[in-house]
C-alpha cells in the first residue's frame, strides 16, 4: 500500500494556511455566472499568493480550471509547498486558476503536446486520451462514498492504476490523486415543477431530461442510461445554460455546485451519487523524463502531500456545504429506487475488465 510520505509533518502547517481560502469557485464556473475572462497564456500572470524566496532551477506551470477554495486548488497549492520545502527551493510550481490557460479539453491537449506541464484531470476523462484502465475508477456505482475512494487510492492498486497511465503511452503521467465527492444531480426550478414538484426523485423523472455532463463518452453513457439526453455544454456556459433552460439539469459534486452558486439557478439537489471525481494530477510524460531521479521522488513526495490535502479539505467542505442547504435556498431531494438507477447503468460496464471492476466493487483492493 503506497504510503502518504509527508502526511502529519509537512502538511500539518500547510493545510493550517490554505483551509482559510475562500468558498470553492469551480471548474465549471465561479461563483459568478460565468469563469472570468481568460488570459492568454503568453500574457497570463499565476496565482499572486504563490511566491518562492529563491530562484528555482525548475518551474514547472500548473493549470487548474477551479478557482479558490475548491479541493483540487487546495492540493496543488500543498503541492507547490511541498516541493519547494523537499528540493530546497531548486523546484517550483507556477500554479494558474480559473481556467486562466485553458478549459479542460485544451489542458489535456496542452499536457499531451507539452505546451503545458501538470493538469489536474478526471480519471473519467482519460480513456478519451488515450488511458483506457484508469477510467474504470468513473464507472457508475463503484464507490459507496469518499472514504471507500480514499482507501482504493493509498492502496496497491490505487498505484497500479496511476502506472497504467503511463504504460498507455499517450504523452502523460499520473502523480496522484485528488479525491473528490461524489457527483449528484441538480435540476431548475421549471424542472421541478414539470416533474410535479415530487418530494422525491424516482429514476422514471430522469426519462428525456436535458442534463449537462462533461465533455466525455463515459458521462455521457452514464446519463443516457439513466433516460436522459446527455448534453456536453462547456463548465463555463453551465450556470447560464441553467438560468435560460438550454438544460433542464446538471450533476457535480455538491462543494462545486455550492461554490459555483448553482443554486441560484437549480435549487433542487438530487443524492444519487451516481459517480465519484477522480481527480488525477497529470504531467507531461517527456518533461517528467527530463527529471531526474531524485527531483522525480521530490515530485512524488509532493504528490502524496497533496492527494491528502485535498481528501481532508473535501471530506470537511462536503459536510459542511450540506448543512448549508437551507440557509442557500436548496430542497435535497433523495432517491427511494436507486438500485433501479444501478441496473439501468449495467450497460455502461461493457468494455471493462470485469475482475478488475469486481475488485473495486467489493473494495477488496
Known amino acids: 500500500m503506497k504510503k502518504k510520505l509527508l502526511a502529519f509533518t509537512i502538511i500539518g502547517t500547510m493545510i493550517a494556511s490554505v483551509a482559510g481560502c475562500g468558498s470553492e469557485t469551480s471548474n465549471e464556473a465561479t461563483g459568478q455566472t460565468e469563469i472570468p475572462a481568460q488570459e492568454t497564456a503568453l500574457g497570463a500572470q499565476p496565482d ?5 524566496a529563491s530562484e528555482p532551477e525548475i518551474v514547472l506551470t500548473w493549470n487548474e480550471v477551479n478557482g479558490e477554495g475548491y479541493g483540487a ?77 480514499e482507501a482504493m487510492a493509498v492502496s496497491q492498486t490505487g498505484e497500479d492504476l496511476l ?57 455521457v453513457n452514464t446519463m443516457s442510461a439513466l433516460g436522459a439526453s446527455a448534453t456536453p455544454i462547456a463548465y463555463a456556459e453551465l450556470y447560464t445554460s441553467l438560468q435560460s433552460g438550454v438544460v433542464d439539469g446538471a450533476e457535480n459534486g455538491v462543494t462545486s455546485y455550492a461554490s459555483n452558486s448553482f443554486n441560484e439557478v437549480a435549487p433542487y439537489f438530487i443524492t444519487d451519487a451516481h459517480t465519484f471525481g477522480c481527480g488525477v494530477i497529470l504531467m507531461n510524460k517527456d518533461k517528467w523524463n527530463s527529471l531526474t ?43 427511494p429506487d436507486l438500485e433501479k438507477w444501478q441496473e439501468a447503468c449495467s450497460s455502461v460496464y461493457s468494455g471493462y475488465d470485469p475482475e478488475l471492476v469486481q475488485k473495486l466493487a467489493s473494495s477488496n483492493y
Do not use: H
Open 293 to 335: 531521479e531524485q527531483q522525480q521522488e521530490w515530485m512524488r513526495q509532493a504528490g502524496d502531500a497533496a492527494s491528502l490535502a485535498c481528501y481532508e479539505f473535501n471530506k470537511k467542505q462536503e459536510q459542511e456545504v450540506f448543512d448549508s442547504f437551507e440557509s442557500l435556498g436548496v430542497t435535497k431531494l433523495e432517491v
Open 48 to 52: 499572486s499568493t504563490e511566491t518562492t
Open 73 to 149: 486548488v487546495e492540493g496543488a497549492k500543498v503541492f507547490k509547498e511541498t516541493l519547494e520545502e523537499v528540493s530546497g527551493g531548486t523546484m517550483t510550481i507556477e500554479l494558474y486558476l480559473n481556467g486562466t490557460l485553458g478549459n479542460e479539453q485544451e489542458s489535456m491537449q496542452g499536457i499531451q503536446m507539452g505546451t503545458l506541464d501538470i493538469f489536474r484531470g478526471n480519471a473519467s476523462s482519460l480513456p478519451n486520451y488515450g488511458a483506457e484502465t484508469i477510467g474504470v475508477t468513473g464507472l457508475p456505482f463503484l464507490f459507496s462514498d469518499m472514504d471507500d475512494f
Open 163 to 219: 502506472n497504467s497511465v503511463d504504460e498507455a503511452d499517450c504523452g502523460y503521467i499520473a502523480l496522484d490523486w485528488l479525491v473528490e465527492g461524489p457527483r449528484q444531480l441538480f435540476i431548475t426550478q421549471a424542472t421541478y415543477e414539470k416533474l410535479g414538484s415530487p418530494s422525491e426523485f424516482t429514476i422514471d423523472m430522469m426519462k428525456g431530461l436535458k442534463i449537462r455532463v462533461p465533455e466525455t463518452d463515459l458521462m
